[in-house]
């Protein structure tokens, strides 16, 4: 019997997610590639290999992982004349990983499927160290056939996955998550001005409070930050934090919801960015609630 080629594997986007994304493949034994850029080239160093332009990695690619920053990015990487559509054949896949808008990710896996290539929306929740250790959880959705036939690098990728539906799904489940981890981090930050104005420790609260029924992981995860008043490195970004609430905004208002507690996270986030620290981590939306509570309290 004839032996099954290794799949080859391509990447756009070798940021925060793309890059840990590409050390796990290539753990996972695959031989990966991008495109040559300056930001890209240490990737020669680790075994990767530089295509010129996305059009060659996708003519040269199986499997291609989309790891993009921003839909400004995703434009021109698939839609540029040397983009990623003008290299699709009828074997690859792309394995969507952004938040991104579901009619932008729709409008590029149309144009995708005109030239007989196939796309997958698949989402990751977990901030960079939890992708590194492949414990970030796969929210994919698409073709069920693509998605048997992506399952190896999607293993590569996380040893965690869920299916979740047809196309699209996949990013409908992470704004649901991303909301409830956003709103969470703001109501645990309320949570701690309150204990720490009551004059409770802050080391006792989290011990107190984790190992109780209220504790949760993004408690775990955020409240030392918090009691550290340390935001920086910021595996969430407040600028990433806002950029996927205006996602959630606009489905929730395609859908006619009401949303309260959006609400509030749009307000107090966007002050956050306002203040010029979208670089920190998005527990420091704490800062925000205790300046707004000492003027309070001033102005009485």
Known sequence: MKATPPLRVGILGLGRIGRVVATNLQASGFSVATVDRPSTRDFAATGGSLKPDAARLASESDIVVSALASEAQMEEAFL???????????????????????????????????????????????????????????FVSGDRDVVERAAPVLDGISARRIYVGAFGAGTATKLVANFLVTSSTLALAEAFVLGTKSGLDPKLMIEAIGNSFAGSHVFDFRAPMM??????????????????????????????????VLNASLEWYGRLVNEGRGEDECAAVYEILLAESARRLADR
């Open 80 to 138: 540029s004349p040397a983009g990623l559509l003008a290299g699709t054949h009828r074997r690859l896949i792309v394995i969507e990983m952004g938040t991104f808008p579901i009619a932008l990710k729709r409008r590029l896996a149309d144009a995708m499927t005109l030239r007989g290539g196939a796309m997958l929306d698949c989402p990751v929740s977990g901030t960079p160290p939890v992708v590194a250790r492949r414990e970030a959880m796969l």
């Open 227 to 260: 009691a550290a008043r340390t935001y920086r490195p910021a595996p969430g970004p407040a600028n990433i934090v806002w950029k996927d609430l205006q996602y959630i905004r606009e489905q929730s208002e395609a859908l006619h919801l009401a949303t309260p």
